[in-house]
């Protein structure tokens, strides 16, 4: 029973770290080995043949949500000590053991006993692929197959940044998310903000044009154009805007708009919902994807930067 | 043993993991990370299912992956809401305890205000 040592060493890795994560004493500590995780997942993607996803790993599953709990595991450390006083005792540990176990045997079990061949929709795929314009079938799959899943998860994005937001307290209500940061201004981060954003931006571009015909698309794109925004903001180069502001949330809401205004047309043009008109798809696809992409940049940055905790004065 | 299929064995003692520390970790923020440890499990798992439709000249069926992509996302969403409704919780009661009868130090911080 030989395993290449290239599935072997990353599915072990991810198998220890998914353990520290859970069992380690403290909150902090947990938190980064989420992020090593994280990064460890996009190499099974990769390997997996799923690179797309591998990107989607590296930039949300890992990064984002990685800096996140990171942030907050830091906001509550206080609260450490008296949590821990809270830890159940033996038996029920055992007995969630028992349960952990007994859906992780099902689990396995089930994957072992998968239908062999697999059922699979690959060849539907790349043999309609022409009609859509693009290049790479999982685009194809996210904007023209099955362009409803896209336009919720772009709406799940808003809906979500509506939920945090409505979190403000009061007294705050439609000013600046976070604190102000004052890093020193020539010191490393300040320095990293100034030289990193240009090359973020270009990457960032690239992967969002490259995505119709190869592994990238809007919302990687979108988290490494945020990403860039929020290092300007931690150095202190530049300030969150006032939640209020009309012209941002024109801005957020944009993307889907386009994107709901396209599907409608749909319906006249083509039939139904979502459908693109014969010899229409790529440029449609092209007007969503450059509509939504600034969209989700800036949702993904101020779901990021958390509910306002100051007033809209700078 | 394939490789993929060694990946989905860990995705499935992932799951497993997951919600153990789920079960036991007392700390929601511990809860909150626990459960993403189960969604990545999930992914994964979905991904080597994906990876064993490779057909028609590629690595894995992309319906899966694409649906993937939109799960990480909607997992993001989840996950920042949560954290953003408890970092309000420890604002305003000083404290992110699920057990109900609070075991405050300072009595009067441990109320919730709304």
Known sequence: MIVDAFYAAPA?????????????????????????????????????????????????????TGMLLVRASARLRPIEGQARAETPGL?????????????AGALALALLTLPDPAPTLAAEAVANIASTGVGNPITAVLMAYRAMDTLLEATVLLLALIGVWSLTPDRVWGGRPG????????GILSFIARVLPPIGIIVG?????????????????????????LLTLMAGLADAPPIGRRLLRALLVAGPVVFIAVGVAGVPLAGTFLAYPEGWAKPMILVIEFALMPSLALTLGLILAGAPERGAQP | MSGPTLFGLVACALVGVGLYGLIVNPQPLRKILAFNVVGSGVFLLFGVIARRGAAAGMGGDPVPQALLITGIV????????????????????????LAPEAPSPSANTGTSQG
């Open chain 1, 179 to 186: 604190p102000r940061y004052n890093a020193d201004p020539d």
């Open chain 1, 205 to 229: 571009i690239y992967i969002f044009w490259v995505g119709a015909d190869h592994p990238g698309g809007k919302f990687q794109a979108a988290t490494i154009v945020a990403a860039m925004w």
């Open chain 1, 12 to 64: 072990l890795l991810i198998l220890a770290l998914g353990i520290y994560t859970t069992v380690v004493r403290d909150t902090f500590p947990a938190t980064v080995g989420f992020l090593a995780y994280g990064l460890l997942l996009t190499v099974a993607w990769v390997q997996l043949h799923g690179v797309d996803v591998a990107l989607t790993e590296a930039a949300i599953g890992g990064g984002l």
């Open chain 2, 74 to 97: 909607v997992a993001f969403s989840a996950t920042a809401l949560a954290i953003t409704v408890l970092l309000r919780l420890f604002d305003e009661t000083g404290s992110t305890t």
């Open chain 1, 91 to 103: 038996p029920l540990r055992l007995l969630a053991g028992l349960v952990a176990a007994t859906v």
